[in-house]
């Protein structure tokens, strides 16, 4: 296993290129289940997940090639060999349950691992289940196993979202596209991702309105057919780096298009804490200010401040004038971060759902364990802005979401290595 070693206290300057996003790749690969023609991908970042969930498809007897371009990813699945996801597979993560609604609108059954909890929470898939059953589906739960039929295909109708889900958004607009008439979905979840797994499904022949909205229209086509679609950038991987160039003092452009309009409410807070922010057509640059201000931050869904950024923010803000509170209302156990933070001499106490951070002047260097993918991005920006070295363990978390992050780093002046654990 193999861990990154950081020597801090380097301010970030130059430019990262941001990557396509791992949260929008994953459901437009699970969205090639629906036809027998080709999917092409454009912009499919090379990340560990994506890697596992091509895997899966594989399992499944989905066959895919790779280029011309090195982010160009084809997909078939013209013949599928079993309707079965396996434990073994669906455990590692748990996005691979967006293959349920895919695999039983297009072949009447599917057989889908129970994902089961993670670190960050119990991660329920009730809200998915009720809706395959509101579009006709029987489900039963065997051996830790969904099995979903709908032998006659499955029936459009309205599901209203209780709460705003954002792979039972994904996993709903996927069954619902060859569902027979029309489906409504109510209280949809707004992240872009959602937006830009619609427009794939359009581009492959599927009708839906009403996007970026919170309510999706679906109208049934027979069939699907043969589409290229390209992912849009990480907003996430985005929102890590400008968070890395606060907390090191740095200046950094993020080059891809769109960023603003993805990060609005981590830009307003990156405002608060005393950022510079230059949005321009096809990138966005951040200066650190001299001194970080405090800031309260409530998690929410999109156009709320992402739960995928709190760890980070929780980063910079150790080291800001005053105390900032932090109330994650997304997943019930996303403070993991927070004693290797403590570790390295930030001030952070938690109680329930809310961190109260009081600014420290300086973070020390310190071994330090990766316990999910958002927690170990926020120990390297709080071990780029220590003093000292810091070694993360558990680096496999970061290498799920994070594309070539020590070559980009360290291209903007970091001194960052991957050496194997002792
Ligand atoms: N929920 C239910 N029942 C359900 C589904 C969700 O109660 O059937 C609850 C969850 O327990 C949670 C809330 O609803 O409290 C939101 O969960 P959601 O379904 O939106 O999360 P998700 O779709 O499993 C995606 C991202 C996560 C991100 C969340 C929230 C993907 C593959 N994953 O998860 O990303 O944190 O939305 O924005 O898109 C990450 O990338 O690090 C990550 C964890």
Redesign the pocket.
């Known amino acids: 296993m193999d861990c990154l070693r950081i020597q801090g206290g380097r301010p970030l300057k130059g430019e990262v290129p941001i990557s396509g996003a791992?949260?929008a790749a994953?459901p437009a690969m699970a969205a090639c289940l629906l036809t027998e023609a080709p999917l092409q991908l454009n912009n499919v970042p090379d990340l560990a997940d994506i890697r596992a969930f091509l895997l899966l498809l594989e399992t499944l007897g989905v066959t895919y090639q790779k280029g011309p371009d090195v982010r160009q990813l084809t997909l078939s699945a013209a013949s599928l060999r079993q309707v079965l996801a396996p434990y073994n597979l669906v455990r590692k993560m748990?996005?691979s349950i967006l293959v349920l609604g895919p695999l039983l609108a297009r072949h009447g059954r599917a057989k889908v691992s129970l994902p089961g909890g993670c670190a960050?929470?119990?991660?329920?898939?009730?809200?998915?289940l009720k809706g395959l059953e509101t579009l006709g589906a029987s489900i039963s739960l065997e051996d830790g196993y969904i099995c979903a039929e709908a032998p006659k295909g499955l029936v459009g109708g309205t599901i209203t979202f209780p709460?705003?889900?954002?792979?039972?958004t994904e996993n709903l607009l996927m069954a619902a596209t060859l569902a027979q008439g029309t489906t409504t979905l109510i209280n949809a979840?707004l992240?872009p991702?959602i937006a830009n797994l619609a427009q794939c499904l359009n581009a492959m022949g599927a009708h839906i309105t009403g996007l970026g909205t919170p309510t999706l229209t679906i109208e049934c086509v027979p069939a699907l057919k043969s589409a290229s679609h390209t992912i849009l950038p990480d907003r996430?991987e985005a929102g890590t780096y400008a968070l890395a160039a606060i907390a090191t003092r740095g200046t950094l452009t993020l080059r891809a298009p769109q960023l603003a309009s993805l990060l609005p409410s981590a830009l307003s807070v990156f405002t608060q804490i005393g950022a510079e922010i230059t949005v321009e057509e096809r990138s966005l640059t951040i200066a650190a200010p001299s001194t970080f201000s405090s800031c309260d931050i409530t998690t929410e869904?999109f156009p709320g401040y992402?739960?995928?950024l709190q760890a980070q923010a929780m980063a910079v803000l150790s080291l800001a004038e005053g105390a900032s509170l932090i109330r994650e209302t997304?997943?019930?156990n996303r403070f993991l971060h927070v004693a290797e933070l403590v570790r390295m001499g930030a001030h952070i106490s938690v109680q329930g759902l809310t961190a109260v951070v009081r600014g420290v002047p300086a973070l020390q260097g310190a071994p330090v364990m990766a316990t999910d993918?958002?927690a170990s991005s926020s120990l390297v920006i709080a071990g780029l802005a220590a003093r000292g070295e810091t070694t993360i363990n558990r680096l496999y978390h970061l290498d799920r979401?994070y594309e070539a992050v020590e070559e980009k780093l360290t291209a903007c002046g970091a001194c960052v290595e991957r050496v194997p654990a002792s």
């Open positions: 791992k949260n994953l748990r996005a960050i929470g119990v991660r329920p898939i009730d809200l998915h709460i705003v889900t954002v792979t039972g979840a992240e991702e996430i869904p992402p739960t995928d997304i997943w019930e993918l958002r979401g």
